[in-house]
């Protein structure tokens, strides 16, 4: 974190001091001292006096802004009002929130509204925002939300993530503008692009209703939880109830939980009967368990493999992974094409039996002969780097393409790479595309990363910014870390799009948070080193 917090401080930024609580919609809401960054272009040269001035007033800001983080508001307040005076707009917009917030002075709107248009009428997209909040508002001002929405309109065209919101926000109820849910939605992206975790609820909404956009569960459930791990109420409610309606009790009951810790009374009111659910679960399952016993000891192979798992799992047995690994061999020597593959996978992970890759191909093959999607595709991958198996391009495309005809979105990836290379196959750039596009549909973050490569580099399709970043948004919303740390370094280099220092944070923590080497160094944090991977699951 030192690292890119030096940055910021040379580039002479501000770090956000606050964040607004989370709010019901309609969301429309006044940024507290947020990043500000002060004019780039050097002074006036028509005199030495000028330059001084100019860099004067930025000192004094600085030391007001040292000054407020440390709760000294009667300093910050003289040091901000002798910049101001100079003209400086970070100091001007700064001046504002304290009025604005009765900070160290008497809240007062109107002298807020005075010093924020002083800001905003120099482009500092944060004053524009506060501007926007004020007159939407009617605070210090006549109520004008038509005003609102074009100094909203001024900020969010610049990046700035609660200009984006509250733009979303008036589009979507229709103030001071001709309700418009497709141009709502698009500014809750933009916001929820930069880590605004009430526009990623707002955008999770959208989804789920089908308002702006194509009603999509799972993208729903994506922004849900994006917004929910950072602690948004309203989306820990909303998520968990999403995954309760999909049979998922014990995922929902946790964000329940979650929510229910910060006082939300409709998942307080949720908690006890998930609870109970989840209970009345494990007792039908408990007096199944004496029926799934009787049919395994008769030799059932169903029964054998479902008393391994509840062996495995510890959940309705006592934990005993030799009794698991026992009932699972029986069921994949009767033929059960998911205890099959499932012995396979425990010779990969050489956990419970000592790791044999060529045990766990023989096993794959059993079950990718009898179609069983998984086991295909994980024999392909034995065979495409040649672990237990002679390293075959052919065996590899062969048993892809098996698993990738049933829809399994790792195995059209796999198998599009193979094409767009060529060598092992027949070099086929169309059809590379294709599978990409098909795995990419389903949500699989390294398609999504290739596609976006794809249209960064011109290969096997037209160079494509545009849509380069696109899908690399797409990988990164999906946690493919490369994604996240490109998406930062974008947001901080200004490539491609707007330069963004607080975009950037959030892509790199969350790309570091997985352990990404350039993403932890970037914020100051030790390496981590990583482990080798296995066949994918």
Not at 97 to 110: F, K, L
Request: hydrophobic residues 40%; glycine residues 8%; negative net charge.
């Amino acid at each position: 974190m030192e690292k890119l917090l030096a940055v910021l401080v040379a580039a002479g930024l501000l770090v956000a001091c606050t964040q607004n609580p989370p709010q019901e919609t309609p969301p429309v809401a006044a940024a507290t001292m947020a990043t500000i960054e002060p004019p780039h272009e050097p002074p006036p040269e028509s005199s030495k006096a000028v330059t001084a001035a100019a860099e004067d007033a930025q000192q004094r800001w600085q030391q007001g802004v040292q000054a407020y983080q440390a709760k000294d508001f009667a300093q910050a307040k003289s040091l901000f009002e002798g910049a101001a005076a100079a003209g400086f707009a970070p100091a001007q917009y700064a001046l504002g929130v304290m009025y604005e917030q009765g900070e160290g002075v008497p809240q007062d709107y109107a002298q807020a509204f005075e010093l924020h248009k002083k800001a905003a009428d120099q482009g500092l997209a944060a004053a524009e925002n506060n501007l926007g909040f004020l007159l939407n508002q009617g605070k210090g001002v006549a109520q004008n939300q038509a005003q609102a929405v074009a100094w909203f309109v001024k900020a969010a065209q610049q990046g700035d993530a609660q200009a984006q919101y509250n733009l979303g926000g008036m589009l979507h109820e229709g103030w001071g503008v001709a309700q418009d849910y497709q141009q709502a939605a698009r500014w809750f992206l933009q916001a929820a692009l930069q880590g605004h975790a009430q526009a990623q609820y707002n955008l999770a909404q959208s989804y789920e209703r089908g308002q702006g956009v194509d009603q999509d569960v799972n993208q729903a459930l994506r922004w849900y939880r994006l917004a929910a791990q950072q602690g948004q109420r309203d989306a820990q409610f909303s998520l968990a109830a999403v995954l309760e309606a999909n049979d998922a009790p014990e995922q929902a009951l946790f964000w329940y939980q979650q929510a229910a810790q910060r006082q939300d009374e409709r998942a307080l009111a949720r908690v006890q009967p998930v609870q109970d659910a989840i209970k009345q679960q494990q007792t039908k399952a408990q007096a199944q368990l004496a029926k799934v016993q009787q049919a395994a000891q008769r030799g059932d192979a169903q029964a054998q493999f479902q008393l391994a798992v509840a062996y495995q799992q510890g959940k309705w047995l006592k934990q005993d992974k030799q009794q698991a690994l026992s009932w699972l061999r029986k069921a994949a020597e009767q033929g059960l094409a998911v205890a099959q593959h499932t012995l396979g996978l425990a010779y990969v992970q050489g956990t419970e039996v000592p790791k044999d890759y060529a045990q766990a191909a023989h096993w794959f093959e059993r079950a990718a002969q009898q179609d069983f999607m998984l086991a295909a595709y994980n024999l392909g991958f034995l065979y495409e780097v040649g672990e237990g198996v002679e390293k075959s391009g052919a065996d590899a495309s062969r048993w892809y393409a098996k698993a990738a005809q049933q829809g399994h979105a790792p195995a059209q990836h796999n198998l599009g790479v193979l094409y767009l290379k060529g060598g092992w196959v027949e070099k086929n750039p169309a059809k590379g595309l294709e599978l990409l596009r098909q795995a990419a549909q389903q949500g699989y973050a390294d398609a999504e990363y290739a596609l976006g490569v794809l249209y960064a580099q011109g290969e096997a399709v037209e160079k494509d910014a545009a849509q380069a970043l696109f899908w690399f948004q797409q990988a990164a919303l999906n946690s493919h870390a490369q994604a996240q740390y490109l998406l930062g370094r974008f947001s901080e280099n200004g490539e491609g799009m707007p330069r963004n220092p607080t975009q950037a944070l959030y892509w790199y923590s969350l790309a570091a948070q997985q352990g990404h080497p350039q993403a932890r160094e970037k914020l100051g944090l030790k390496s981590e080193s990583n482990a080798a991977s296995a066949p994918h699951r």
